[in-house]
């Protein structure tokens, strides 16, 4: 089975920058498209930012010039650099991969739309 780990989260002043980390535990082989997700109190969750296996990026329009998402294949890991930050930005922040390839009882299995726990951003004004 496949677990994302996300870390970096924390309180941080406005103007201020953080660092996310996503990181899949596992014999991974390899995992497709990896988004960042948030949902503050009340609202729905949003995507962020996405990237692809390829490296094509997309982002929420609110956070363009101001978030950058990126990945390490080699450490499965995926990344979202934060600068700038609003008090808007504060929410749970969710790793999510679209399908993930990983080596397990000598198969190679797929697991499909994984989460993390979440980590908590706030930011104060």
């Known amino acids: 089975q496949v677990q994302l780990v996300e870390s970096g989260g924390g309180l941080v002043q406005a103007g201020g920058s953080l660092r996310l980390s996503c990181a899949a535990s596992g014999s991974i082989v390899s995992f497709n498209a990896m988004g960042w997700y948030r949902q503050a109190p009340g609202k729905q969750r949003e995507l962020v930012a996405a990237?692809?296996?390829?490296?094509?990026?997309n982002y929420l329009d609110s956070v363009k010039g101001r978030f950058t998402i990126s990945r390490d294949n080699a450490k499965n890991t995926v990344y979202l650099q934060m600068n700038s930050l609003k008090p808007e930005d504060t929410a749970v922040y969710y790793c999510?991969?679209?399908?993930?390839?990983?080596?397990?009882?000598?198969?190679?299995?797929?697991?499909?739309?994984?989460w993390g726990q979440g980590t908590q951003v706030t930011v104060s004004s």
């Open positions: 999510n991969a679209d399908s993930v390839k990983y080596f397990r009882d000598g198969y190679f299995q797929r697991e499909y739309d994984c």
């Open positions: 990237i692809t296996s390829g490296g094509s990026t």
